[in-house]
C-alpha cells in the first residue's frame, strides 16, 4: 500500500511537470440515498464544467469524471467508494461528499491519509469548519453557522440588545439557535431564553408565555413555516406577546404572511440566495446542456463551482498534485485583496485560462458567487428582508 | 399599579386560556361521563368522535362561506353547527347499531366494551382522515379579536396587554349554555330522567317500562352534540388537526375521571382543574413575580416548574394521583 501511494505519487510529481496529462477527478455523491434526486444534476453541472474547460482548448491536461457513490448516509460505503477513486483510477482531485456524514468520514479516513483534495458542493455541517483536513478540504456551500453570524450581524445593526429564541426540537433548528445564539451573544447581545418548541401542535400559548416572561425586545423564531413556527408567531400575536419577529430561511414562504395577515408587517429576516451574476448564466447553460440538467436545483451551481475551482487552481499552479494545488484554491476563489481579480462566471472557464497563462489575476465568482472564508468554505449569500404589505422585500444581499 | 400588571399578566396567561380550553375539555368531559353512566363503558372513540363531528362542522363552513353565509363577527362555525351534530349523531347511531348492541345483548363486560371503543376509535380517525385530510385547516373567521392587546395598553396604560381573543368569548359563553341545558334536560324533562334512571339501575328502569332503546339513542345524540361543540371549539380557539384530537382523549379522560366518572358537574370542574393545572405548573412565572417582588430578589430563572413539553405529563400525574388516592374521583359514587 504504501509503496503504491508512493509510486502514485511519485507519479503524480513528475506528471506535474509534464505538459499535457489525462486528469481524472472524482465526482463523489449520493447517486443513491436520501439526495438520489438531486445528484443527478450535481454531477451533470460538474461534468459541464470539465468539458467546458477540455473544449477551450486553453487547458494544459484533458480531465475526466469518475462518479462515485456515496450514499448520503452510509460512512463505510463512501469511505470504500473513495478508497477506489483514488487507488484503483488514480484521481487527483475529489468533488464531494454530499451530505456532512460522510464527508467528514471520507476527509478523515480516506482524503487525508492519501492527500487528496475535497471540495464539497452541499456539506453544510458547523462541524467541518474546526475538522482537521491539512488544507485539503474546500466547500461551495456555507456552513449552517453563517446564518446565525449573518443574523447576528443584523440584529446588531438594528440596533438590538437581547431577544428570546425559540427552535423547532429537530436537527435544523437547534443547529441554527445555537448558531445565532453563539454569535449573537458574541457580538454582546443577549439571549433573554433559547426554547424548543415541537411542531403540529394545536395550540402554542404555554410556549408562548415562556417567551414572554423571559422577555426580549423580539423573537426570533428559527423553526419551520408551516409548522410550529407559524404557531408561535400567531399565538405571540394573539396574547400580545411579542409583535416583531426575526425570520431565518425555515420561516421564508409566501403561506406565511397570508396566514398571518398584515400583523406580520414589520418582521424581517435573512435566507441563503445568490445575487449572483452567474446564477441566470448557468441555468441557460444547464438547459442546453446535454444532457440537461436543473442548475437551480439545490447545489448544482455549487458542483460546477467546486469541479470549476479544482481544475482552474491545477491550471494555475501547473500540477496536478492535490499537495501543490490545493494553496491555489482561495487565491482562484477570491482574487487578490485588492479586488482587482477579473470576475468568471460560468461559460468563462476558457477565459479565466487565458488570464491565467498571461498571469492576470482572477476572482472566480460561478454560479453561486464563490467566496470562501475560515478554512476555505463559501460565505454563502444572504438576502436580508423585510416584510412589507404582506411582501417579503429585499433590504440587500450580504 | 405593579399588582395591577401582575393580574394582567396573570389573566392574559393563564386565566384567559385556562377557562377557554377548560370549556372546551368541560364539554369533552361531559360526553364522556355520559356515555359512562348511561352505557357503563369508557369511550375511547371520544377523541375522534369529536374530530368526525369538527370535520363536517368544517365542511358546512366551507360551504356557507362559499355562499356569503357568515355570522359578522361571531365565527361562521357556529352556524355550521348544528348541521354537524346531525352527521355526528347519525353516524354515532350507526356505529351503535352495527357495533355497540351486539355487545349490548350479549351482555358484554365493560372491558370488552372498552377495547371495542379503541377499535371504533381507529376507524372514525382514518375516516376523518380520508374525509378531510391530515393537514391542519383553518377555518376560524369574524373577528379576530374580542379585545385587542394593543388597545388594552392604550386605554389602561398598563404596561402589561390583557388581549381575549372571540373564540375564548365563544368556548366559555357556548359552554356555559350548552351546560345549562343538559343539566335542564336530564334534571326536568321526562327522557331525562329516564336516563338517569337507567344510569342508576338498569333492572329498575326496565321493570318501570322504560324503553332501553330510546335511552341509549338520546344518549349517543347527545354525546354526539358534546363532541361536536367540543371539537368545533377548540378547533376555532386552537387549529384543527386530527392527530391533536387524538391526544385530546388524556387530559380529557383525565378531566372526567378526576370529577369522578358518571357525575356531569364533576367532568365541568375536572374540565378546569386540568387545564388550569396544565398552564399554572408549565407557566413561566418570572413576569408576574417580577411585577410583585423587587427585581432584586429575583436571579435570572424564569420560574418554571416544568418546561412547557411536558404539558401532557401534567394530565398524566393528576390521573394516577386520583386513581391512586381518590379512584372514584371529587364528585364520584361508583
Redesign the interface.
Known amino acids: 500500500m504504501k509503496k503504491l501511494l508512493l509510486a502514485v505519487s511519485a507519479c503524480a510529481l513528475t506528471a506535474g511537470i509534464a505538459s499535457a496529462e489525462d486528469v481524472k477527478l472524482g465526482i463523489l455523491i449520493g447517486f443513491t440515498g436520501p439526495i438520489e434526486s438531486l445528484t443527478s444534476h450535481m454531477a451533470a453541472a460538474a461534468e459541464l464544467a470539465m468539458a467546458e474547460v477540455n473544449a477551450s482548448g486553453q487547458a494544459a491536461n484533458t480531465y475526466a469524471s469518475v462518479r462515485g457513490d456515496s450514499t448520503c448516509v452510509d460512512a463505510a460505503a463512501a469511505t470504500a467508494a473513495a478508497e477506489r477513486m483514488i487507488t484503483a483510477e488514480g484521481v487527483k482531485g475529489i468533488i464531494g461528499g454530499d451530505c456532512s456524514g460522510v464527508t467528514r468520514a471520507v476527509l478523515t479516513n480516506v482524503a487525508m491519509p492519501n492527500g487528496i483534495v475535497m471540495v464539497s458542493p452541499s456539506a453544510t455541517s458547523p462541524a467541518l469548519t474546526a475538522d482537521p483536513d491539512n488544507g485539503l478540504f474546500f466547500r461551495t456551500s456555507p456552513s449552517d453557522a453563517r446564518e446565525g453570524e449573518v443574523m447576528a450581524d443584523i440584529l446588531v445593526e438594528k440596533g438590538v440588545k437581547s431577544i428570546a429564541l425559540t427552535y423547532s426540537n429537530s436537527d435544523y433548528g437547534k443547529g441554527l439557535a445555537e448558531a445565532i445564539s453563539a454569535a449573537f451573544i458574541a457580538k454582546g447581545g443577549t439571549v433573554t431564553?433559547n426554547?424548543?418548541?415541537?411542531d403540529?401542535?394545536?395550540?402554542y400559548?404555554?410556549?408562548v408565555?415562556?417567551l414572554?416572561?423571559?422577555?426580549g425586545d423580539l423573537l426570533v423564531v428559527a423553526g419551520y413555516l408551516?409548522q410550529g413556527g407559524k404557531?408561535i408567531i400567531q399565538a405571540s400575536l394573539?396574547?400580545?406577546?411579542f409583535s416583531t419577529f426575526g425570520l431565518p430561511g425555515g420561516m421564508v414562504g409566501d403561506s406565511l404572511p397570508l396566514?398571518i395577515g398584515p400583523a406580520l408587517d414589520g418582521s424581517w429576516g435573512q435566507v441563503a440566495q445568490s445575487d449572483s451574476a452567474g446564477a441566470a448564466v448557468l441555468i441557460e447553460m444547464g438547459k442546453a446542456n446535454s444532457p440537461a440538467f436543473d442548475a437551480t436545483s439545490p447545489y448544482s451551481m455549487e458542483s460546477y463551482d467546486a469541479a470549476a475551482l479544482i481544475m482552474l487552481a491545477m491550471e494555475a499552479s501547473g500540477s496536478t498534485d492535490p499537495n501543490v494545488y490545493k494553496d491555489k484554491i482561495m487565491e482562484i476563489a477570491n482574487g487578490p485583496a485588492d479586488v482587482s481579480g477579473t470576475k468568471i462566471l460560468p461559460g468563462e472557464l476558457g477565459k479565466a485560462l487565458e488570464l491565467i497563462k498571461a498571469g492576470t489575476a482572477i476572482d472566480y465568482d460561478g454560479g453561486s458567487g464563490v467566496m470562501l472564508i475560515g478554512p476555505g468554505e463559501s460565505a454563502g449569500r444572504y438576502k436580508e428582508f423585510e416584510v412589507k404589505g404582506g411582501v417579503y422585500e429585499t433590504i440587500k444581499f450580504r | 399599579m405593579d399588582i395591577l400588571n401582575a393580574l394582567v399578566a396573570f389573566s392574559?396567561?393563564?386565566l384567559v386560556?385556562g377557562l377557554a380550553?377548560g370549556s372546551q375539555l368541560a364539554l369533552g368531559a361531559l360526553g364522556v361521563t355520559l356515555v359512562f353512566g348511561v352505557l357503563r363503558f369508557s369511550n375511547f372513540a371520544h377523541g375522534d368522535t369529536m374530530a368526525f363531528g369538527t370535520a363536517f362542522v368544517i365542511l358546512f363552513t366551507w360551504w356557507f362561506q362559499s355562499m356569503g353565509i357568515t355570522a359578522g363577527p361571531l365565527p361562521t362555525a357556529l352556524l355550521a353547527l348544528p348541521f354537524g351534530i346531525a352527521v355526528t349523531a347519525a353516524m354515532l347511531l350507526a356505529t351503535d347499531r352495527v357495533v355497540y348492541r351486539f355487545y349490548r345483548q350479549q351482555r358484554a363486560k365493560p372491558i370488552i366494551l372498552v377495547i371495542v371503543s379503541a377499535g371504533v376509535m381507529f376507524v372514525m380517525n382514518g375516516l376523518v382522515r380520508m374525509i378531510i385530510g391530515t393537514s391542519?385547516k383553518?377555518f376560524t373567521d369574524g373577528a379576530?379579536?374580542a379585545l385587542n392587546?394593543?388597545d388594552?395598553?392604550e386605554w389602561t396604560g398598563l404596561a402589561e396587554?390583557?388581549?381575549i381573543?372571540t373564540t375564548a368569548v365563544v368556548s366559555v359563553v357556548v359552554a356555559l349554555i350548552s351546560v345549562a341545558l343538559l343539566f335542564w334536560f336530564l334534571q326536568k324533562t321526562r327522557t331525562g330522567k329516564s336516563m338517569r334512571a337507567y344510569s342508576d339501575n338498569e333492572d329498575l328502569a326496565l321493570l318501570s317500562g322504560i324503553n332501553p332503546d330510546k335511552v341509549v339513542a338520546v344518549t349517543w345524540i347527545i354525546a354526539a352534540a358534546l363532541a361536536t361543540i367540543a371539537g368545533t371549539l377548540?378547533g376555532l380557539?386552537?387549529?384543527?388537526?386530527v392527530?391533536?384530537y387524538f391526544g385530546l382523549l388524556l387530559p380529557i379522560f383525565a378531566s372526567a375521571i378526576v370529577g369522578g366518572l358518571g357525575s356531569p358537574l364533576g367532568a365541568i370542574i375536572g374540565g378546569y382543574v386540568i387545564a388550569f393545572s396544565?398552564?399554572i405548573v408549565?407557566?413561566?412565572?418570572?413576569?408576574v413575580a417580577g411585577y410583585l417582588a423587587p427585581d432584586s430578589w429575583l436571579g435570572d430563572g424564569?420560574?418554571?416548574a416544568l418546561?412547557?413539553?411536558y404539558?401532557v405529563a401534567v394530565s398524566f400525574v393528576i390521573l394516577i394521583i386520583v386513581l391512586l388516592f381518590k379512584p372514584t374521583g371529587i364528585f364520584g359514587a361508583k
Request: glycine share 6%.
Open positions: 431564553i426554547a424548543a418548541h415541537d403540529g401542535k394545536a395550540d400559548s404555554a410556549e408565555a415562556a414572554a416572561a423571559a422577555g408551516d404557531g394573539d396574547t400580545g406577546a396566514a | 392574559n396567561y393563564i386560556p380550553y391542519d383553518v379576530r379579536m392587546p394593543a388594552f395598553k396587554p390583557l388581549a381573543k377548540y380557539d386552537k387549529s384543527f388537526r392527530f391533536v396544565e398552564l408549565t407557566n413561566a412565572w418570572k413576569k424564569l420560574y418554571q418546561s412547557t413539553d404539558k
